[in-house]
């Protein structure tokens, strides 16, 4: 398996830059194989020459040239020539109706998992890349022709994992309950919960956890574990 | 139009009994209609006896007879046959799912906007009465046939509605960007945001807000406005 996957539980922490966090991560990912050019997907924006645009200002410094798959006439060619491939966050049901919808779902897999593609995801572009988006935040403002995603892991991931806030009174559910919900279904793959500041890198069948937090790891029918940055996680490929 | 609908925004308040901040609501819109008997629908769980039982013990003190459509050997007579109907929270994309693959839809759409069989919605039981769960919080745990829902009101709801958090470092979008999101999309229909303590009472086509708080309503293309406890919401209808 050659899979590289360098999967963000988000774009932008509090205060800071677009990405900046996660900088000498992506260098690092990216550079190791000698990669110049970044084929970014917009699909969960509305807005993709402004969101490309902005994905430019912070990776161009950084060395890479950046291209929006929108600009290319044929996406799948696009998908097809890349060298690496960053899918960036926005609304998850808009970016998985998009891929469904410009037929990208099988190319991306078959580069990312045959020929090796790197591929960066960030919050949605992180959803997608997992076995389904059962488990994303967002709001089902679209409707996709299946929650089934790229399957590029063999589990799901929360991004923007959230701890329950003690002092709330609120009586919405916390993300543990949802997840906690998620596992009643028989068969649901484990989820992955990502906090704010955190990746998940895969390198082959090796995953290791990066970034800043511990993360909580939701298996159907166990009680969560948390895991400290630098768990080599490869038991869930 | 005879419908008549008593649209909450949730089912129980921060230290509060279940159901107890809607009480003298819920007994008026009741007896009004001199209804004896309620039927329960806890789709939106996995846990229909317990969530039942829930129910009862609220409802049973109140002078109602509460009765589980899932204790039926035909859901679509217990609905044709019902007094009230009473669809409770929980998951949104559970409920939705549940009520197409029991053939629900029709069956409730006709009682309630033909015979004005008194409809009683929280929280998830709120989104499936409007046109779509598009606007729900709800994590995505199953694959409904459809995000369209039983359209009882021509506009969507969105429950728990929160304000954002000023003080809060966490990323994840307000409720008000992701409802703006929804409202990039054309012909997309308006939003009620109902703040927990807050219900929508619809009598034909009469629509006022209860309950404690004001309501956030947001229209694609406009400005969001709040509208007071009291306010005649007809203009949506």
Avoid: C
């Avoid at 360098?6 to 990669?35: M, Q």
């Avoid at 807005?47 to 799948?76: C, M, R």
């Avoid at 926005?90 to 991306?108: Q, R, W």
């Amino acid at each position: 398996m050659t899979r590289r996957l360098l999967l963000l539980s988000n774009s932008t922490l509090h205060n800071g830059k677009y990405l900046e966090w996660a900088k000498s991560e992506i260098l690092d990912f990216l550079n190791r194989k000698n990669v110049k050019k970044v084929l970014f997907v917009p699909y969960a924006s509305f807005t993709h020459d402004e969101y490309t645009n902005e994905v430019k200002k912070a990776l161009e410094p950084w060395g890479f040239q950046v291209e929006g798959i929108h600009s290319s006439p044929d996406p799948v060619q696009a998908v097809a020539q890349a060298e690496s491939i960053f899918i960036g966050g926005g609304n998850t049901f808009l970016l998985l109706k998009t891929l469904y919808s410009n037929g990208l779902i099988a190319p991306i897999q078959k580069q990312v998992l045959e020929n090796g593609l790197p591929y960066i995801g960030s919050s949605a572009g992180t959803n997608v890349s997992t076995v389904s988006i059962n488990t994303t935040n967002d709001m089902p403002i679209v409707y996709p022709p299946s929650f089934m995603a790229l399957n590029l892991v063999p589990f799901n991931i929360n991004p923007h994992y959230l701890d329950p806030d003690h002092n709330s009174k609120h009586m919405g559910e916390t993300r543990e309950k949802r997840i906690k919900e998620y596992h009643e279904i028989e068969d649901s793959p484990p989820v992955l919960g990502l906090r704010e500041g955190s990746l998940l890198a895969v390198d082959g069948n090796q995953a290791t956890l990066k970034g800043h937090y511990s993360a909580r790891l939701f298996v159907r029918g166990k009680e969560p574990v948390e895991y400290d940055v630098g768990a080599d996680l490869s038991f869930l490929l």
